[in-house]
Each structure stands twice: as C-alpha cells, then as structure tokens.
C-alpha cells in the first residue's frame, strides 16, 4: 500500500527523490486539529546511530510525531510558563505516580495542584512500543550510577548503571510496559511489618480503580481478578515474534509451566504479558492520568523545572511543610502549598529532597553543612533492587532488522506488527527456587531480541547482536533481593548527583536465587521446541572467573558478580513503617514521620520492593496516597463545619 513511502532496500541511501513524501495518495501527514500541537523533543535522528538510514529515520520521526493517533500531538498538556506563588498541594515528580497523584487531587474543583517535573514531555518515539530503552543514556535520563560495589558490576570497577527517566512519565515512557502487582504474600510481608492498611485486601480495590483491562469481556483474563473502568488500559501487543511462543512450548515440554495471566489465581509459569498500552501504542502515566484532564484549570504542570528544598517551619516542636523552592526557565522561585507537599520524584530523588531539606540522618547532613530540620535515620537507607544476570545465546540465522520499510509502513498505517510491541521483552516467568515456595515466587525470567529499533551502537547491551547473527538475552531476575544499600549526598548542590551504594548481591542468598534461575534458563534452552534455533551460548567469560570450572556454581556466582545486569526497579529509600520502626521515615497513610504537610509516594517507600515488574503498584501507591489525602480532608472539613 505504500510502497513509495520509503525507499526499497535498493535504491541509493542519497537518491532524496525516492524518499519523497508528496506523491503518497493513500498517506498524508495529517493537519493537527489544534493551534499548537506537540511536536518537540528528541528525534530518532538524534538517538539512533543512522548512518545511511538517516532519510529513513528522518521520515519515520516526521511521520510519527504528526500522527494523532501514535503521539497524540492534540491531547497533550500544556505547561505553566511560570509557577503561581501558592497552590494547595505541591506534587513534585512527573514519572509512575505523580500524575496520579496530581489527577486525582485535581478532581476536586476546589483544589489548585501543581506537579512538578525536571524533564521535559515525553518525545514522539517513545510512544512507539519497540523503542523500549532507546532514550536511556540521552538527555532523559539522569544517567546515574553506583559506586564501592564489592559484589556487583565489578567488571565496571564496582559501578553499576542506574538509568532514570527524566521527562514528564519518568520511566514509564522507558520501560517495558509489563503489568504485574507482585504477589499476595509481598503486601502480607508490608503488613507484617506493622503497616496497617497495606495487606493484599486492603491495596487490591485500588489496582482494579486504576486498571482499565481490555481482556476480561474476550474471556481471556478472570473479571475477579481485573477492573474495567480506570485510566490505565492493559491488553496485550498486536505483534510477538515467533520464537516467544516456541519458548513457551519449551517451558511446557520441561515442565516449568505456563500461565494465561501473572496477576491471576495461577501465576506461575510462562507467558506473553498483558501490558500497560493501548492498540500498540505505550500508553505512560501522564497519557492515562493528565491527558484525558488537560484542560482543567486548577492543575498546573511544570516542565523543565527542578524542586531544590522542601521549605518547613517550626513552631515549638511541631515542624509543617509549607512548600518547595524551585529552579525553572533559569529562575528561581519559592511556592507555598497551603495543605501539602507529596514527594513522587522516585526512590533516588524523593530521598535525595529530604536530604537536601535538612530531612535525615544528622551524620549525612553534617557532611554536607546542611542544617538538620528532622532527624530521620531511615532516610536514604534501605536501598535495594531487583538484581539479575543476563544469558546471550546466537540463533543460527544471519542478524536481521525488525525496523525496516515493512514494519514501519504497517505500523504507521494501523500500529501493528513488529513495532507495535517490545519483541521478547513482553515474554516473561515467574518461578520460584527452593528458598521459598510457589505462592511466594522470588525469580523471574526476562528476555530481550527480535526488537524493531533503531541501531544504538553499543548504548543498550541488550539490543547488541553478537557475531553478525540474532541474538536473544535470557535473564535471571532476583525479585526478593535480601541485600541492602544506601543513598547520601555528595554535596548540598540540588544539582550534583547524590552516592549511591547499592550493596547489590552482597548477600549469598541473592547470588543463589540468580543462580538457580540460570539453571532453569540453560533446562529450557534444552526444550525440544527449541532445537531448530540451534541455540548456542555466547561466552563472556570475565577474565577473573576463568580459574573456576564452566557451569560450577563458583563460576556463575563469580560471573554474576562481575557481569551483573542491575533491573531498573530501586526502592526503599523512604520506608514505610510505624513509628515504633525506627528506620521508617513514612507512616501507612505515607506522611513523613514528624513532619505535618509532607507525604512520598512513589517507589521508595515500599519497605520490600515486590516480587516483579513495580510500575503498577506505584500507580496504585499514588492512587492511595491521593485517597488519604481525600479522607483526611473531606474529616477536617465535616469538623470545621461541625458536623
């Protein structure tokens, strides 16, 4: 059908005429219906490695970017120039929950609400599924690393590469869209730890408020277990690769089990995922929660703007949060919050605030001279991650390109095939090693391959293809990392990156879980269904792991140490907890202990992060905290008026 919007594979990358749009009668870029559509940001011309495909690329981010249907270029926000002096709640942090936050707040009529965001919108190509991971390492990332590691990415000179969504949707605009909860058992533990409130009955009405799920009425997914009117549409990509099915014959033929549906009655096993998008488009938090409410007049989202301080005062011995400084458009401004302040910035940024607020440990603000407002020892501690190790093997097939004229005609014109989802990374397991049992599973099974993206060089390990032939990555993910690290400033400069120490894998029990996984990864590559690949393991060897025998659990638990593959799902830093724990720096309604006005809510607030993909439950943690706030103020004002 539109043979002419791009040129075959023959013509010559500099022959400009056969890359000409004008002459497509059954293709025109469409007139957006707006006075200003949005049609900023990074280009694919700016993150791909395009060398004669330049043309190529140019066209496909044109045509991307002025489809309403991919970019939405009609329904985005439109940004504050400038704060106003006072709002009543401040929502800092633009990424999983801070959108739901600032939606829901802004639902009430009465309420002014700001959110705040240190990147800017989320650029045309990241709507588009297969383009998972492309603009990590760019300017939408805050590029942050760790540092001392002793049991981790030691083959980095023990530092290991945390990358961070900096843009309005954080990292759902990175990430790969998979929606899962955890378990049951992973909000038992939250509850037995004294936070009251949090226990599966208690958070489960508010995943199905924020789930909107596409499969219920096909029958494909129980209604028991999914909600079908919130913001947030979950349904599986139009596109998987044939190999991700043959996987999921192998994971039958080796009894590791399959499953229709990890959030379901039977979680364990393989599957293709539902994911968190819509009709092969990425559908990211902002898009669900703040598109839809774009135009309502008492919310105010700031971009490119970076809170600095948590203003408090003190009278006697009661400390209130009364607003944030905030760097925006070169200028400085300080803006009150008349009821809160809700920190949403993620796990690294919300801790690093408090820090930077006089917030934490009196020994990590004396290091600093900044002066101690609260002393709050949890702050910054409790730092951990999901941890994994990737397997490379070669298909025996000359390397092919999933990007190319055929795919991105077919999914410019209805968004599907192989761009309209994320290749192997939608495949995924969830089993268990012998250090727990079925209903309380600790590995998880990640794969990557068969992607349709641009080349990136060596910028994302996990689309290098090795020895010019397909290559898919098998990882072995620890979803309950027992290891613990923690967050400090390097200086009391907003701007400079605060130390992190992960302290990932220093615990025998995570390398052991890992270790396992392995193990159930090399049992499936050995699957009938799999033979036909003549799959064969790439060896990357570390130099100091060849003195251990190959296979030996010495050499795994030394590979892993060396070679380690970090998941992007930090947590912890702002624990929640009662006030009898003292290392809780949140209580279970998520206000910050000793501090009135002043809440978190993202990641960094689960005292153990859950047992698989997190996105999810950080929109339901934002759909919570907005409740409480709702709760607490709709009893204050029934008190106010004596009722």
């Known amino acids: 059908m539109y043979s002419n919007l791009f040129p075959s594979p023959t013509s010559s990358p500099f022959d400009v005429s056969s890359y000409l749009v004008p002459n497509l009668p059954d293709y025109q870029v469409p007139e957006a219906p707006c006075s200003s559509p949005f049609t900023s940001g990074l280009t694919l011309m700016d993150v791909c490695y395009g060398g004669s495909t330049n043309l190529f690329l140019n066209l496909l981010s044109m045509l991307t970017t002025y489809s309403t249907v991919i970019n939405g270029v009609c329904e985005r926000i439109t940004p504050i120039d400038k704060p106003t002096l006072t709002y009543d ?101 939250w509850y037995q730890m004294g936070n009251s409130g949090w226990a599966w009955s208690d958070v489960l009405p508010f995943f199905l408020k924020s789930e909107n799920n596409q499969e219920v009425q096909t029958g494909r997914v129980d209604k028991n277990y999914h909600g079908t009117s919130g913001p947030m549409i979950v349904e599986r990509f139009p596109w998987q690769p044939q190999f991700a099915w043959d996987v999921m014959h192998a994971a039958k033929q080796v009894r590791l089990g399959v499953t229709e549906d990890f959030v379901g009655p039977n979680p364990i096993g393989f599957t293709v995922a539902q994911t968190i998008s819509k009709n092969g488009v990425r559908l990211s938090s902002p898009r669900a929660y703040l598109w839809p409410h774009r135009n309502r007049p008492n919310l105010h989202i700031a971009l490119n703007a970076t809170a600095t301080k948590v203003n408090t005062k003190k009278v006697g011995s009661t400390v209130t949060a009364t607003g944030i400084d905030l760097f925006m458009n070169n200028q400085h401004y300080t803006v009150n919050a008349k ?59 000359k390397a092919i390109k999933e990007l190319n004229i055929e795919s991105a005609t077919q999914y410019l014109f209805d968004q599907t095939g192989p761009m309209s989802a994320t290749g192997l990374a939608q495949l ?35 689309l290098v293809p090795y020895n010019n032939k397909i290559t898919v990555r098998f990882t072995s993910v620890n979803v309950q990392p027992r290891s613990r690290g923690r967050i400090t400033l390097a200086s009391g400069n907003s701007s400079t990156h ?41 060896d990357d060897t570390a130099p100091q792991c060849k003195q251990y025998t190959k296979g030996s659990y010495a050499y795994w638990d030394c590979q892993m140490q060396y070679n380690t593959r970090p998941e992007n799902h930090q947590s912890g830093t702002c624990k929640m907890g009662p006030s009898t724990d003292p290392m809780a720096v949140v209580d279970p309604s998520l206000k910050v202990h000793g501090i009135n006005g002043l809440r978190v809510a993202d990641a960094s607030i689960m005292p153990q992060v859950v047992s698989g993909n997190p996105v999810a439950p950080i929109v339901m943690i934002g759909e919570r905290c907005a409740d409480f706030i709702k709760n607490d103020y709709k009893v204050n004002n029934l008190h106010s008026r004596g009722e």
Not at 118 to 144: F, R, V
Not at 362 to 388: A, R, T
Not at 435 to 442: A, E, G, N, V
Request: charged share 20%; proline share 5%.
């Open 498 to 538: 605060p130390i992190i120490w992960s302290n990932d894998l220093a615990e025998p029990a995570d390398r052991q879980i890992i270790y396992q996984g392995i193990q159930k990864i090399l049992k499936l590559t050995k699957a009938k269904a799999l033979r036909k690949y003549r799959l064969k393991a790439i």
């Open 89 to 189: 709640f401040i929502v800092v942090g633009g990424g999983a929950a801070g959108p739901v936050v600032a939606s829901r707040l802004s639902e009430n009529a009465n309420w002014s609400v700001l959110l705040v965001e240190a990147g800017p919108d989320e650029p045309a190509g990241t709507q588009i599924p297969s383009n998972l991971l492309l603009y990590l390492g760019t300017d939408l990332d805050w590029k942050y690393k760790t540092t001392n590691e002793s049991h981790a990415c030691l083959s980095t000179n023990g530092s290991c590469s945390w990358p961070r969504g900096k843009n309005l949707g954080g990292c759902t605009s990175h990430h790969g869209m998979m929606y899962h909860r955890g378990h049951e058992a992973d909000y038992t533990k």
């Open 339 to 397: 009821k809160e302040v809700i920190l949403s910035a993620g796990t690294i940024n919300s801790a690093q605030l408090l820090l930077l607020s006089g917030i934490g440990p009196k020994s990590v603000l004396d290091s600093v001279k900044i002066s101690q407002v609260l002393d709050l020892p949890g702050v910054g501690e409790n730092l951990h991650n999901h941890q994994s190790y990737g397997v490379d093997f070669n298909i025996d097939h």
């Open 428 to 462: 995924s397991g969830i089993l268990a090693s012998n250090l727990t049992t079925p209903d309380d599973p600790d590995i998880q099974i990640f794969f990557a391959g068969f992607q349709a993206v641009c080349d990136t060089g060596d910028r994302i390990p996990d």
